[in-house]
């Protein structure tokens, strides 16, 4: 069909910039002690409730690494326990509109009070980088650099505390929702 002016013909006119709801921080029960919820059901609502992507970022630190995962067992075998929950999500959500993506939200040893969200690495890097939560932030952000990853200070004000000094992240969480928290 041609328009009067002999142009192509006219689609749906550009409503503006299109919104994609995305769950950036999300816990499965499969693998920390934090997430509540199996991902199964995590993705039925997140589908429900329209959002396109989820990000599952489960604890990767000391306590689950090495403590529920199993002291005597290899650093692959802990990873599998860790990445339980991630790929029951990605399954559960297959052929779905909704895509579910690898994070985690790392601890470092010793430093209890701070989490880092991090965003773009695969299974692969996990498996090749035994116990990296082991190392100081500033190594940390290096080898998140190094690898293309992006890093955010996770609930920094979350009990009335506020954000480190932003040397080695790449942003910081505004807004965390957890229920059982002051974020």
């Not at 749906?12 to 919820?37: F, I, N, Q, S």
């Not at 290096?142 to 009990?159: D, I, M, Q, T, W």
């Amino acid at each position: 069909m041609k328009t009067d002016q002999g142009s192509e013909p006219c689609h749906a006119k550009d409503t503006g910039p299109r919104l994609y709801a995305a769950e950036m921080h999300c816990h499965t029960r499969e693998t920390g002690p934090c997430g509540r919820v199996p991902a199964e059901h995590l993705v039925r609502e997140y589908i429900k409730m329209g959002y396109r992507y989820l990000f599952i970022t489960d604890h990767m630190h000391e306590k689950v690494m090495e403590d529920r995962h199993g002291k005597d067992v290899s650093w692959e075998e802990r990873v599998d326990g860790y990445l339980a929950g991630y790929r029951t999500a990605k399954k559960a959500a297959e052929g779905t509109a909704l895509t579910v993506l690898l994070a985690m939200e790392v601890t470092l040893k010793g430093q209890d009070t701070r989490d880092f969200l991090i965003y773009g690495e695969d299974e692969n890097f996990i498996y090749e980088h035994p116990y990296f939560y082991c190392c100081d932030y500033p190594d940390l952000y290096k080898l998140v650099r190094e690898n293309g990853f992006l890093s955010f200070h996770a609930h920094p004000y979350r009990y009335g505390g506020k954000p480190i000094e932003p040397v080695c992240y790449d942003g910081i969480e505004i807004f965390n929702a957890h229920p059982r928290h002051l974020s």
